[in-house]
């Protein structure tokens, strides 16, 4: 069985690479938009430009407490079951691929984009319920 279902350290390590390697995606996407526009700073009044740059904005606001709740579902003993933290990890990461996608489909509102943004909060409130409960009964 892979080392991610053994231990804590190897789940949030895999977690902590997918949702990098989503932050790149977006970036390159960006990038890309930027390119394609000609803009070099902001949207330049561009409406094209604010599809991705709200992605990867919104996403580089959400993922590091993300991750650093993960990380201390996995470091406060006597640390989380493996199964909640993949049930944080996972959520967070679909949640974002959700809305990455569905806010590059329309900056209004939409069915991806509305699921993203509750998988993401969902997996917030996997992470801070877990790490009180560690905390405070010490075992989740």
Do not use: K
Request: some cysteine.
């Amino acid at each position: 069985m892979s080392l991610i279902f053994e231990s804590n350290f190897y789940a949030f390590g895999f977690y902590v690479a997918l949702n990098a390697l989503i932050m790149l995606v977006l970036g390159i996407l960006v990038v890309r938009a930027r390119v394609t526009t000609r803009t070099d700073i902001g949207d330049g009044g561009l409406p094209e430009m604010a599809g991705p740059l709200r992605a990867h904005g919104n996403n580089t606001e959400y993922v590091p407490m993300a991750l650093l709740l993960l990380w201390a579902l996995a470091s406060v003993p006597p640390s989380a079951s493996i199964w909640v933290m993949h049930g944080a990890g996972a959520t967070l990461t679909i949640g974002r691929i959700c809305h990455a996608i569905g806010l590059s489909q329309s900056t209004g509102p939409g069915t991806l984009r509305l699921v993203g943004t509750m998988l993401t909060w969902i997996s917030f409130i996997i992470g801070i319920v877990g790490v009180f409960y560690l905390v405070f009964f010490g075992q989740v």
